[in-house]
């Protein structure tokens, strides 16, 4: 088992910048894939970034050019950098890591709240 622990969410201007950190129990160098997903009040919850084991990186449309993600094995964490923040990235932000070892795994950190507005 492996507990995620956000931080860096808050309240920051359009235009804006945070970063965003998941804090892993344990090595996540194993773990296939490392995410970032977002929950906004009465959507649903979508998968923002994605970083595999081999540093692939993707992303949704919406956040491409504004938001890098990035794994550090040898500290155990995963980042979200966002620049250019909208009003429109307001949400509940959460850390995902899964895969396929012996058997499947699926761990989500508790969430971390980024609003946007002036």
């Known amino acids: 088992q492996v507990q995620l622990v956000e931080s860096g969410g808050g309240l920051v201007q359009p235009g804006g910048s945070l970063r965003l950190s998941c804090a892993a129990s344990?090595?996540?160098?194993?773990?296939?894939?490392m995410g970032w997903y977002r929950q906004a009040p009465g959507k649903q919850r979508e998968l923002v970034a994605v970083v595999t084991s081999h540093g692939i990186t993707k992303y949704v449309d919406s956040v491409k050019g504004r938001f890098t993600a990035s794994r550090d094995s040898t500290k155990n964490t995963v980042s979200l950098l966002m620049n250019s923040l909208k009003p429109e990235d307001t949400a509940v932000y959460y850390c995902r890591g899964w895969g396929l070892g012996l058997e499947l795994y699926d761990y989500w950190g508790q969430g971390t709240q980024v609003t946007v507005s002036s």
């Open positions: 344990r090595s996540i160098f194993s773990i296939n894939a």
